[in-house]
């Protein structure tokens, strides 16, 4: 990796200071010529653990550090002046997610991108995990039948208390995980969303920000993708089902592997439907479905390295690992996920 990117890194907070900074660091492609943060303590923190030069000002940690690449982990609610920015300095731009928040704001950042002729790129690191990775080559390789279906959830039980809790921050977990989980579904059914029905509920929040959602999405092909992100229940829920018209695969997060299940439909017999007023022989109907189940360990795959595709957009040219025409369709469905809410539901009078 001849070229380096000069790099400043924006924003020192959980994924700023714990994921991008080390990234950066440890990166050869990449040089970290400095951080931005309002926070002195952080300013210090970052001088003293890796001599960088800190900078509370962002627009004067552009000037004076000159970088090639500005990675951008502030809250949400900065990404869009914060990248615009950059670009209009000269400057290329990876932006965590969710890019910003909303669609009009992404359409400023994506102007901007095409009038400056620089390069954007939001984070999904979900598409290089290495359960992502697992379930795109087990699609691949195993006979479940055309997908017709994807259930995703992530349930806890979480009383939030940052910022991500407020709506006038661009918090709530549908920016927040919707994000992720979202882009996922649509990476991997390789489909586009045609329409969507969503309910937001803030529960156990302390803020007033979605913390309950569920979200039905039919894709351009008629693909269901049924997304629950709990953050107000003891409940476990299934974390990744893909349904096939003869199979599924199930991800097991908690054992860590992949419940395979399939059957040949040449194996088994004709059957005609009956359309008769009466059931035959007064049967339920029911079969024994020859099913071949395989248990699939997740420690078989391992995350694809999103720095590496990073550097491959931003200092090689190559295609973005992440396009801004997919990163604009996820920012509409999420926007269409709110209207399609309305307002945040508080919990219901009990039962
Ligand atoms: N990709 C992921 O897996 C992932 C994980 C966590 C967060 N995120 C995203 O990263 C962003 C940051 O989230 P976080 O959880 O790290 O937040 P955080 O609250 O942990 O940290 C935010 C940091 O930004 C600093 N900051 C505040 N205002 C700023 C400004 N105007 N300019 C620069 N820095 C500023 C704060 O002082 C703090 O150090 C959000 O957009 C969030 O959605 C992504």
Redesign the pocket.
Known sequence: MSRKLRTVV??????????HVPMVRSHEGFDLVGV????VE?LAEAKERFGTAGFAD?LAALTAAKPDLVV?????L??AD?AIAAMERGMDVF????IAGSLEETDRMIAAMRQTGRKLMV????RTSAYTVAMLDLLSRKPIGPVYMMKRAVSAYVRRN???AFTKY?GGML??YG??YLDQLLYVSQDKPRRVSACLRAIATRGDADDVVKVLVETERGLILDLDINMATSATLPSWIVMGQYGSIEFQEADKRFRVTYFDPAALPPMEASDTLAAQGRKYPGEAIPWQEEFIPLSLYADRDFYLETYRYFALGQPPFVSVEETRRLMWLLGECRREAGAVGRCPPGI
């Open positions: 924006v924003g020192l907070g959980r994924i700023g200071w714990d994921y931005v943060d309002p926070s952080r962002y951008i982990a502030s809250p949400t900065f990404h914060q932006c965590d997610k969710p984070y999904q690191p979900h940052d910022w991500q661009g920016n927040n994000a992720h």
